[in-house]
């Protein structure tokens, strides 16, 4: 499967962003997706969470009450939204298609979309 991160770019600080990931070559309706984030100089940090039918979440506490993870199974397509944006946001976000263990650990995911980087100025 080949994931498609897209939707970053350059906002101000209080602003939002959708970001989307498009799966292409396998459906992904049957795995959890998840939300990591790399900012500059820092390890890659888990941001969100849905499982397969959407019916569970779970946000890192740094992102909780502004982000909000969704799919669209008909579309293969999982989304981010991000609100009330801040500078330490600032990061590449990558989708990946989870396997099993912890969710919040990136080691769980096999297979990741190339990023999408979003700048939040102050």
């Known amino acids: 499967v080949q994931l498609q991160a897209s939707g970053g770019g350059l906002v101000q600080a209080g602003g939002s962003l959708r970001l989307s990931c498009a799966a292409s070559g396998r459906t992904i309706s049957s795995y959890g997706m998840g939300w990591f984030r790399q900012a500059p100089g820092k390890e890659r940090e888990f941001v969100a969470y849905?499982?397969?039918?959407?019916?569970?979440?779970s946000y890192a506490d740094s992102v909780k009450g502004r982000f909000t993870i969704s799919r669209d199974n008909a579309k293969n397509t999982v989304y981010l939204q991000t609100n009330s944006l801040k500078p330490e946001d600032t990061a590449v976000y990558y989708c990946g298609r989870y396997l099993i263990g912890s969710y919040s650990s990136g080691s769980s995911y096999v297979y990741w979309g190339q990023g999408t980087l979003v700048t939040v100025s102050s």
């Open positions: 849905i499982n397969n039918s959407g019916g569970f979440t």
